[in-house]
């Protein structure tokens, strides 16, 4: 059975840092691209960033330069590392792997973890 877990969320304030963790088991985690899209009340949920299997990474344009993604194979984990946060960043942020590579779609996401709130004041 595979599982997601998300963890890290909580509340930062304005040009704060953050740093979410996403623990994988159940799969072999290697193979997979793994992603963040968050989604915030009444909206979408949206992309966030993507790694590849190899370590490719992607991003948003909203959170490019100030967020970075990283994997560790040999954990099974994930990190999405924020920096200079801003209000609108506030949401639910879900980790999700996939083994069709990385993709803006999250209907094209095999497997989800439970989301962590993340919310920044100001």
């Known amino acids: 059975q595979v599982q997601l877990v998300g963890s890290g969320g909580g509340l930062v304030q304005v040009g704060g840092s953050l740093s979410l963790s996403c623990a994988a088991s159940?799969?072999?985690?290697?193979?997979?691209?793994m992603a963040w899209f968050r989604q915030a009340p009444g909206k979408e949920r949206e992309f966030v960033s993507g790694?590849?299997?190899?370590?490719?990474?992607y991003y948003a344009d909203s959170v490019k330069g100030r967020f970075t993604a990283s994997r560790e194979n040999t954990k099974n984990t994930m990190t999405l590392q924020m920096n200079s946060v801003k209000p609108e960043d506030t949401a639910v942020y879900y980790c999700?792997?996939?083994?069709?590579?990385?993709?803006?779609?999250?209907?094209?996401?095999?497997?989800w973890g439970q989301g962590t709130q993340v919310t920044v004041s100001s």
């Open positions: 159940g799969l072999t985690f290697s193979s997979y691209a």
């Open positions: 999700a792997a996939g083994g069709r590579g990385v993709q803006y779609d999250p209907r094209n996401w095999d497997y």
């Open positions: 790694i590849s299997w190899r370590g490719n990474t």
